[in-house]
């Protein structure tokens, strides 16, 4: 009897979709993508090819966070954008896009109002816009192992087809900045203060790569 290939997991970033669907609520660029996801899995054939996770792109940028006890905290968190390719039932290769690091949950504007009947005053939320919110945060403890596991795990990942990208906000060392020109080994041994450093450095983080790869768009956490 032949065996049926199983299907592997297939990553997704569907995060956006429940943080909007637990508030009711419908996040129409999430559905489409859930969309494309679900085709892909239906058509998805294991009996023909393996399933690549391909990495594209990895981003580190420093977010300004707020603690406890209402400080400012910088923190270094990392994103990446990844191709999932397959092979469908007739051998044509498939792909869809993602991204991890990140996802958006909406926000929230409360009000109240005054029951005439009771006196109570009764909240009343409005849908007020969405934040992003990153969930990979790197240390110096934990930054090369978590990098490393996620370009491990990733099958059809190599490195050298991997762009290292840094994006700085303006900054008392300069204007902010987005950067393409890491090496794999700065990406992932330097601190957000190096890499910043590294990228505002005259030719590039490696001295003599072509400034043209810099830019000075503006940088969006």
């Known amino acids: 009897m032949a065996t049926v290939a199983t299907k592997p997991e297939i990553p997704f970033n569907e995060r956006t979709l429940q943080a909007f669907s637990k508030e009711g609520l419908e996040a129409p660029s999430a559905y489409g993508i859930k969309r494309r996801h679900d085709m892909f899995r239906a058509k998805y054939k294991p009996a023909n090819g393996p399933l690549q996770v391909i990495i594209r792109q990895m981003v580190?940028?420093?977010?300004?966070?707020?603690?406890?006890?209402?400080?400012?905290?910088?923190?270094?968190?990392?994103?990446?954008?990844?191709d999932v390719i397959a092979k469908d039932w007739l051998g044509n290769e498939m792909r869809v896009p993602d991204v991890e690091g990140y996802y958006t949950k909406p926000k929230f504007h409360t009000t109240t109002r005054l029951n005439p009947e009771t006196g109570d005053h009764i909240e009343e939320?409005?849908?007020?816009?969405?934040?992003?919110?990153y969930d990979i945060e790197l240390t110096e403890k934990n930054r090369k192992k978590i990098i490393e596991d996620i370009i491990n795990k990733s099958t059809g990942t190599i490195i050298d087809g991997i762009t290292f990208y840094g994006k700085f906000p303006d900054s008392p060392l300069g204007k902010g900045f987005r950067c393409n020109l890491y090496t794999y080994d700065q990406f992932i041994n330097s601190s957000i203060e190096e890499l910043e450093k590294l990228g505002r450095k005259e030719g590039g983080p490696q001295g003599n790569a072509p400034y043209q790869g810099k830019d000075a768009k503006p940088y969006i956490h």
């Open 125 to 133: 939320k409005r849908h007020n816009g969405s934040i992003k919110v």
């Open 60 to 82: 580190r940028q420093p977010v300004i966070t707020i603690d406890e006890k209402g400080n400012a905290v910088k923190k270094d968190y990392l994103t990446y954008s990844f």
